[in-house]
Nanobody, 125 residues
Framework: VQLQASGGGLVQAGGSLRLSCAAS????????IGWFRQGPGKEREAVSS????????YYADSVKGRFTITSDSIKNTVYLQMNSLKPDDTAVYFC???????????????????WGRGTLVTVSS
């Protein structure tokens, strides 16, 4: 199983970035793909996730209306479009895959069994 996150970088507040998570080694359409982030001195938190079985999505309150998650089952890639970025969005962003059967579990770190290396997003003020 491989999950490769990319697309991070340095951006000014108000700017945009698109993260990509390329997945391989498992049946993509059966899994939920989640984006998590960990800021300096903070715990890892859920940002957004998408259940590929039915398209259900989850967004943390802090990113609703600014971030959009999409999934491409042809490319086995999940994207996180991040707009109106804020300095508080600065973190290492990780993508993860989990075989999740309930929508309620989509936001929990423990529900995801496969993790990729993170990509750093830095938002300057």
């Amino acid at each position: 199983v491989q999950l490769q996150a990319s697309g991070g970088g340095l951006v000014q507040a108000g700017g945009s970035l698109r993260l990509s998570c390329a997945a391989s080694g498992f049946t993509f359409d059966d899994y939920t793909i989640g984006w998590f982030r960990q800021g300096p001195g903070k715990e890892r938190e859920a940002v957004s996730s998408i259940k590929n079985t039915n398209g259900e999505t989850y967004y943390a309150d802090s990113v609703k209306g600014r971030f959009t998650i999409t999934s491409d089952s042809i490319k086995n890639t999940v994207y996180l479009q991040m707009n109106s970025l804020k300095p508080d969005d600065t973190a290492v962003y990780f993508c993860a895959a989990g075989w999740i059967t309930t929508n309620q579990a989509m936001k929990y770190v423990q529900a995801y069994g496969y993790w990729g290396r993170g990509t750093l997003v830095t938002v300057s003020s």
